[in-house]
């Protein structure tokens, strides 16, 4: 029994820091970074979202203002550091996206009135 719940807590923490290290990957690099996810979009899969992470402080955006290739978002929070992270319906992605890499790029306006582009390349399989 002991044994059993040993296994599922490391199991547990290796998936907690799985999830971390997805979100602070869109960190690195020089400026404001992103990481779409999944990072192979599966054109027959019946998920429902795709996910982008970034280093993008969430206080500085304005969430209105936010798409990623004319898609306007879904949903939009802070992470545990307190970046965006943004929801897209993954049907509307399949629609601007073909089999071969893809380019995708989250544009927006931050609070400053500036504006920014950030891109991430995926893979697309049928």
Known sequence: MKKSFLII?????MALTASFV???KASSGEGYCITVS???L???SPDTIVTVHSNIPYGLVVCESLTLDDIAA???KADACGDLVV???RADVKGVV???QAVLTLSGELADGSLFKVSDTITVKE
């Open 98 to 100: 073909e089999p071969g």
């Open 74 to 76: 879904t949903y939009t």
């Open 9 to 13: 807590a490391v199991l547990a923490a």
């Open 87 to 89: 929801k897209f319906e």
């Open 22 to 24: 997805a979100a602070n």
């Open 42 to 44: 599966v054109l027959s």
């Open 38 to 40: 999944p990072k192979t």
